[in-house]
């Protein structure tokens, strides 16, 4: 008999998928799914908006059995004084919240626990509701921004106030334990931290059979095209340098962001646009999974990051990866699951590249998928987040 069918979860995140970005946060999303069929799970998600009519628009939809309401809000107007409009700003927010909970305490009932995805604002709404309505919370990070080499966690009220709620949270989760550590070392302490990986759909993301039938060795890179984190460019100039070495490759730049066209048009000047590398855009559902499992590798270049989902959904894909040392990455790639390289090193990547094409066919591709199931499945993610609520709730469901 399943002791928690009765409970009631409340995601709040900072980033969830949204009527404007997709894609944003997507592996919260799965993480709600994970345990949907365990546990009654709501979303609730604010979100500015300048094309809504009114200053707040709340849409109400159940996806794969989760309750999800989302409220968009009206940003502060151009004519808004600058020295009240980050308090105008926050108010909006603050509302929206409001608005969206008491839609789910109307439509789905009081929430037994509030599950916080990414500080710090609603690890604070979170604790007022500790504080107000006796609801436990717990805290699940997943931004780089606590990282020394991003430098982004600053601000004394900020650290302040993110310390309280962190302190407060009946325990904290990471994606890695190198994200851990860095927010124990900016005084972010609770008792009871853990490591929790992002949520990989294995059922979708799986091994291909076709994966063979090219001419030429394939791999990808997928990102947010975000140059300072993800050193495209870095790429792009070791791929010049493997073309002028071998022409057996193609690689497969998939995403969308803010330096996409920037670093297209560096492909262009470096003679690589449409002969040895393509840009596809943004690829969703069996596009992505796809396109991941019909290649031999993927590669990653950050100078900084955390632990990356498209490494976890290579990884079920039986995809092995090529990646910088950084971040929580060295946690998962291994020798039986990839090659790590020194970060910003493109001798080094040209190296590890030229040697990945040459024995990427030496891994075992159902050892790697094995290791993603085990790890990142929806059902691994949800026995470890189901067993973490039973301790938080012992007892039984509190009545208003």
């Not at 109400?60 to 009206?74: A, D, F, G, P």
């Not at 927010?183 to 799986?206: C, Q």
């Not at 030429?216 to 870095?234: A, L, P, Q, T």
């Amino acid at each position: 008999m399943n002791k928690l069918a009765d409970k009631h979860v409340l995601f709040l995140p900072r980033w969830y998928p949204n009527h404007y970005d997709p894609m944003l946060g997507l592996f919260i999303k799965y993480h709600a799914e994970a345990i949907s069929n365990t546990v009654k799970v709501s979303v609730l998600y604010a979100q500015a908006a300048k094309d809504i009519s009114s200053k707040y628009s709340i849409d109400l939809k159940t996806e794969n059995q989760v309750y999800t309401v989302r409220v968009y809000y009206k940003p502060c107007s151009s004519k808004t004084p600058i020295i009240i409009a980050p308090l105008v700003k926050a108010f909006r927010f603050l509302s929206a919240i409001d608005k969206g909970y008491r839609t789910i305490i109307m439509n789905a009932g009081k929430p037994d626990i509030v599950h916080v995805h990414v500080l710090t604002r609603l690890g604070l709404i979170a604790y007022l509701l500790k504080i107000f309505k006796g609801i436990p919370y717990l805290i699940t990070e997943h931004w780089s921004r606590y990282l020394p080499e991003t430098g982004t966690f600053n601000g004394s009220l900020r650290k302040m106030l993110t310390r309280l709620a962190v302190r407060n949270a009946v325990a904290v989760t990471t994606v890695t334990d190198n994200l851990k550590q860095a927010m124990i070392a900016h005084g972010l302490k609770n008792r009871k931290y853990l490591i929790l990986p992002n949520v990989v759909d294995t059922a979708k993301f799986k091994p291909s059979k076709n994966n063979t039938d090219h001419n030429k060795i394939r791999f990808i890179h997928v990102s947010c095209f975000e140059d300072r984190s993800k050193n495209i460019s870095g790429i792009l100039n070791t791929l010049a340098r493997l073309s002028e070495i071998r022409e057996d490759f193609e690689c497969f730049f998939v995403g969308v962001g803010m330096d996409f066209e920037i670093m297209k048009n560096k492909a262009d000047k470096l003679n690589l646009l449409n002969k040895n590398v393509f840009f596809t855009g943004l690829l969703e559902g069996d596009e992505i999974s796809n396109i991941i499992s019909s290649v031999d590798f993927m590669i990653l270049f950050s100078n900084y990051e955390n632990m990356p989902v498209v490494i976890n959904e290579a990884f079920a894909c039986g995809i092995p990866v090529v990646s910088s040392r950084v971040g929580g990455i060295p946690e998962y790639v291994k020798e039986e699951t990839g090659i790590l390289v020194e970060p910003g090193n493109e001798n080094d990547f040209l190296e590890k590249i030229i040697h990945m094409m040459d024995n990427f066919s030496e891994y075992d591709k159902s050892k790697i998928r094995k290791f993603a199931v085990e790890s990142f499945s929806k059902e691994a993610i949800a026995r470890q987040l189901i067993n973490l609520y039973a301790h938080i709730l012992p007892g039984e469901k509190r009545r208003e």
